[in-house]
C-alpha cells in the first residue's frame, strides 16, 4: 500500500513529496485529549521547483487536535479544525511545518476518510508563508497531505488493552 504525499501548492508551481512513516498518537492532556499527527517525508522529493532544488528539502509536519473525548470507532468521517498553529491557552505551537525552519501552518482541517485496522488515511490542508520568500512578498503556498496514518497507541483508546494509569 502507497503511504501517501504531502504537496506544497506554491506560487510557482507544486512540490510533491512521499511520506513515510505518518503517526497518530493520543494522550491524555488536563482532562482532554490530545491527538497528535506526524508526517515526515522521503530524503527525494517526487517534484521540486527550480527555486528550491538546491535547499534538498525534506519537510515534515505536524498538528495537535485536542477533544473532550476519543472514540476511534468514531473518527472515519470525522473533520477537524485548528485554525491557528500559535494556541494562545496553551502558550504554544499545535502545528508546523519543518522545510528548511519551522513555519506556522494555519487553517488546519484534518478528515479522516477510511480505517483499516490501525491505519487510518488522512487528508489534512493548511496554510503557511511561502517555503522560500519568508516576507510576506509571495501569497501564502497552500500545504497538502493525504496519507495512510498508523495510530501508534490506538488499543488503549479502542478499549483493548488493560488500562495501566492507576498501575
Not at 13 to 27: L, M, N, Q
Not at 58 to 81: H, M, W, Y
Request: proline share 5%.
Amino acid at each position: 500500500m502507497e503511504v501517501g504525499t504531502l504537496a506544497l501548492h506554491r506560487f510557482n508551481g507544486d512540490e510533491v513529496y512521499a511520506v513515510k512513516y505518518p503517526t497518530i498518537t493520543a494522550s491524555e492532556e488536563d482532562g482532554a485529549v490530545e491527538l497528535l499527527l506526524y508526517a515526515d517525508t522521503k530524503v527525494k522529493p517526487v517534484r521540486t521547483l527550480p527555486d528550491t532544488a538546491e535547499l534538498e528539502p525534506q519537510p515534515n509536519a505536524e498538528v495537535c487536535i485536542t477533544l473532550k473525548t476519543l472514540d476511534v470507532s468514531r473518527l472515519v468521517g470525522r473533520r477537524f479544525s485548528v485554525p491557528a498553529s500559535w494556541n494562545d491557552e496553551k502558550q504554544d505551537h499545535v502545528s508546523c511545518l519543518y522545510y528548511c525552519e519551522h513555519g506556522d501552518l494555519n487553517k488546519n482541517v484534518v478528515r479522516f476518510l477510511e480505517r483499516q485496522g490501525n491505519k487510518f488515511l488522512v487528508h489534512w490542508t493548511a496554510t503557511t508563508t511561502d517555503v522560500n520568500h519568508y516576507d510576506g512578498s509571495k501569497p501564502d503556498t497552500k500545504f497538502e497531505l493525504k496519507a495512510w496514518f498508523t495510530f501508534k497507541n490506538i488499543h488503549r483508546w479502542a478499549g483493548t488493552e488493560p488500562d495501566r494509569r492507576g498501575a
